[in-house]
């Protein structure tokens, strides 16, 4: 059984910073794809960042140049490094892991997700 729990979440003001963590227990030898999500209040659940692992990562648009996604296997922990925070990225944040086989998904878990808040 794979748990994931994330921290760092909280409230900050526009143009700063928060670094959120996803720690794994459990087994998870064969993940090979590491997500953050977001989703704000009436709005659908949306990838924000991926690091598969080979250590190749994507970003939404919307996020490419303030966000950088990284992880640490000793520590089976992913990250979220968030700058120049605005309040449109205002949002529970998830951490997501996923196990593919020959194309197929066949371990998902996610995280009970983080509130991010950027108010002044």
């Known amino acids: 059984q794979v748990q994931l729990v994330e921290s760092g979440g909280g409230l900050v003001q526009p143009g700063g910073s928060l670094r959120l963590s996803c720690a794994a227990s459990?087994?998870?030898?064969?993940?090979?794809?590491r997500y953050w999500y977001r989703q704000a209040p009436g709005k659908q659940r949306d990838v924000v960042a991926t690091i598969t692992s080979d250590g190749s990562t994507n970003y939404a648009d919307s996020v490419k140049g303030r966000f950088t996604i990284s992880r640490d296997n000793a520590k089976n922990t992913v990250y979220l490094q968030m700058n120049s925070l605005k309040p449109e990225d205002t949002a529970v944040y998830y951490c997501?892991?996923?196990?593919?086989?020959?194309?197929?998904?066949?371990?998902?878990?996610w995280g009970q997700g983080t509130q991010v808040t950027v108010s002044a």
């Open positions: 459990g087994s998870i030898f064969d993940i090979n794809a």
């Open positions: 997501n892991m996923r196990s593919y086989y020959n194309g197929a998904l066949v371990r998902d878990y």
